[in-house]
T-cell receptor, first 119, second 112 residues
């Protein structure tokens, strides 16, 4: 079974600074997808960024980028020019891409990292 | 599009009561899932469905039932509520090949 680990329960950053959230995962599969989700106090889960394992290029979405290290099974999220609205719980998630596997269709989440942004 | 909708938003049950959490999506997504969120444990998969008439168990299925008679609806049934089922429940849907999950607003359930 796949596991996702976020080793930082809490992180903080000053407004306009850069912060990196860590995520590691364990899998024996070669075809999979990785995601970062943001959960603000409203409780709504919002997709931040998505990465396909077969793509070597790191995904970017505006101020958000990832450092995907497939061999190391690491998937960190970098937030540049942090804003007060970035304060939230952030979840890393894994999804199998193996259509013939028992994990197909399942999304596995890490425990989450609470990000605080100081003005 | 309304996206993924869930009802109710809040619910209080007594131990032993049963209820159904409703979930619907209007995006014609094949895949739908139910998760529960507990402090310090992230989101854990309860049940999921890869299409109408097809469901499967996730990580924590005990005490819950699901069915999928249409593409749009995926209700979650609590058969006999227990305090351990106090949690926030999320329904989500997704579509091949992008696979990102679209989440509903969640239901906060308290079992006393």
């Amino acid at each position: 079974a796949q596991t996702v680990t976020q080793s930082q329960p809490e992180m903080s950053v000053q407004e306009a600074e850069t912060v990196t959230l860590s995520c590691t995962y364990d899998t024996s599969e070669s075809d999979y997808y990785l995601f970062w989700y943001k959960q603000p106090p409203s409780r709504q889960m919002i997709l931040v960024i998505r990465q396909e394992a077969y793509k070597q290029q790191n995904a970017t979405e505006n101020r958000f980028s990832v450092n995907f290290q497939k061999a190391a099974k690491s998937f960190s999220l970098k937030i540049s020019d942090s804003q007060l609205g970035d304060a939230a719980m952030y979840f890393c998630a894994y999804r199998s891409g193996d259509a013939g596997g028992t994990s197909y269709g399942k999304l596995t989440f890490g425990q989450g990292t609470i990000l605080t942004v100081h003005p | 599009n309304a996206g993924v909708t869930q009802t109710p938003k809040f619910q209080v049950l007594k131990t032993g009561q049963s209820m159904t959490l409703q979930c619907a999506q209007d995006m014609n997504h094949e895949y739908m899932s139910w998760y529960r969120q507990d402090p310090g444990m992230g989101l854990r998969l309860i049940h999921y469905s890869v299409g109408a008439g097809i469901t499967d168990q996730g990580e924590v299925p005990n005490g819950y039932n699901v069915s999928r008679s249409t593409t749009e609806d995926f209700p979650l049934r609590l058969l006999s509520a227990a305090p351990s089922q106090t949690s926030v429940y999320f329904c989500a849907s997704s579509l091949y090949p992008r696979w990102e999950q679209y989440f509903g607003p969640g239901t906060r359930l308290t079992v006393t």
